[in-house]
């Protein structure tokens, strides 16, 4: 399991030159390891390697010699990840085209202590004293460790950006004691906590058409290869903001998964979930919000994070949990509200009403194996309180218990 920390650190000039010439020899390996490994028809780093150490030794003799083998691997990895968004008709270039350069290292290339960091050049070693955020102290002062590889990327004004990884062994998954199944939506995402349903808002669907708005509001009448244009479209942080949601929404779910020693249930969604979701929706905004609310990416933080706990993850069949009723199996008939999506639905057997999100959780459970009991004629079971105050909790208890004061005051 590895984490990686990014530190920023503004160098001198004659620091930052000695890194630069690093980086363009560096691209030059990179750039013909790619083109052997095309070739030859080859993805792996020891062939390539084998192939391009001489020739690359001879042209760059003052360049020591594990950045060759730092780029034969960057090379190996664009070229295995190339293959695979090939096989998947998702590359739309006949070649890997290398646009950013991220210079690898290993263990000979630097040393790390706390005070500076050792970075072999050309004529010799550098040294840069960067200053530590908070989630590097995190990492150092618990049982992680500092791998022996290492990154580093060159900014604009004498800017290094240094990225430390650091890699822990996988805590093995416990015997789930029962199930905390989570539905994922485009503005919100439902969990089920002791047969009680919670409604968390994501807010996504104003980040997405905000963010939209201000794109047309910046490039209506304007080229988007403007320097002025290109600047402000740089600024805006659409993915970060839901980057953010999504960690924080994930650590949330899987610390409670943790202390009560369940398992979490999932949808399996299939590759690009969103394309399929709007293949046949004609709304061009509906389409938008469909396609950046990006469903897997929630999902995906969410086993990561668990990963990260040991909390086993359960991926069930998605289809139909919103529209079958967990107790007598019948399709549940959703009345029109005036909405694109009616939320309140009846069961046709039992005529008893559903929540599509709360049902959609029930299902979830069950087809992970859960056999308790689902309530019937509860209000809050239907109902299902929506709290929007979220990202600042330390647990989900406390918003739980937060919310019942709200509702004792009013």
């Known amino acids: 399991m590895e984490r990686t920390v990014k530190l920023r650190v503004k160098v001198d000039y004659s620091t930052y030159s000695a890194l630069k010439e690093v980086e363009k020899e560096y691209r030059e390996v990179l750039e013909d390891a790619i083109n052997y490994g095309l070739s030859n028809k080859t993805t792996s780093f020891t062939r390539i390697k084998a192939g391009v150490y001489k020739t690359e030794r001879e042209k760059h003799k003052d360049l020591p010699s594990h950045y060759i083998y730092t780029a034969c691997e960057d090379a190996s990895e664009r070229l295995d990840s190339f293959e695979k968004l090939k096989k998947r008709g998702r590359s739309y270039t ?43 102290w995190r990492y150092y002062n618990t049982e992680w460790r500092i ?7 060159l900014m604009k004004g004498n800017v290094v950006e240094f990225y430390v990884i650091f890699k822990r062994d996988e805590p093995k998954p416990y015997e789930p004691k ?15 906590i002791n047969s009680k349903p919670l409604l968390l808002e994501t807010n996504t669907k ?32 659409e993915r970060n903001k839901k980057v953010d949601i999504r960690r924080k929404l994930a650590k949330l779910i899987v610390k409670e998964a943790f202390e009560s020693r369940s398992a979490i249930v999932l949808e399996d969604l299939p590759r690009r ?10 709304d061009k905004q509906l389409r938008l919000r469909i396609y950046r609310s990006a469903f897997s990416s929630m999902k995906n933080a969410i086993i990561e994070k668990a990963r990260e706990f040991g ?6 069949n998605p289809s139909y949990t919103s529209t079958v009723c967990p107790i007598h199996g019948a399709n549940i008939v959703y009345q029109l509200d005036g909405g694109d ?3 309140v639905g009846v069961c046709e057997k039992g005529k008893e009403k559903w929540h599509r999100d709360v049902v959609a959780l029930y299902n979830l459970a069950r087809r992970a194996g859960d056999v308790s009991p689902v309530p019937l004629g509860s209000k809050e079971s239907h109902d299902p309180p929506t709290l929007s105050g979220w990202l600042r909790a330390k647990s989900l208890h406390s918003i739980m218990n937060e919310h019942k004061m709200i509702e004792m005051k009013v």
């Open 94 to 136: 006949e070649k890997p085209s290398v646009r950013r350069v991220t210079i690898h290292l290993d263990d000979h290339l630097w040393k790390f202590n706390l005070d500076t960091i050792s970075i072999s050049t050309k004529r010799s070693r550098i040294l840069i004293s960067p200053t530590f955020p908070k989630i590097f």
């Open 311 to 316: 909390v086993p993850v359960v991926l069930v």
């Open 147 to 153: 791998a022996s590889e290492a990154r580093f990327r």
């Open 206 to 237: 104003k980040i997405t058409l905000g963010y939209e708005y201000r794109r047309k509001a910046i490039t209506t009448g304007k080229s988007t290869k403007d320097r002025e244009v290109r600047r402000k479209l740089k600024r805006l942080r």
């Open 178 to 192: 029962a199930f905390i199944p989570v539905d994922l939506n485009e503005n919100s995402v439902s969990v089920l």
């Open 273 to 282: 979930t969103p394309e399929h979701m709007i293949k046949d929706v004609k």
């Open 341 to 343: 999506a009616p939320r």
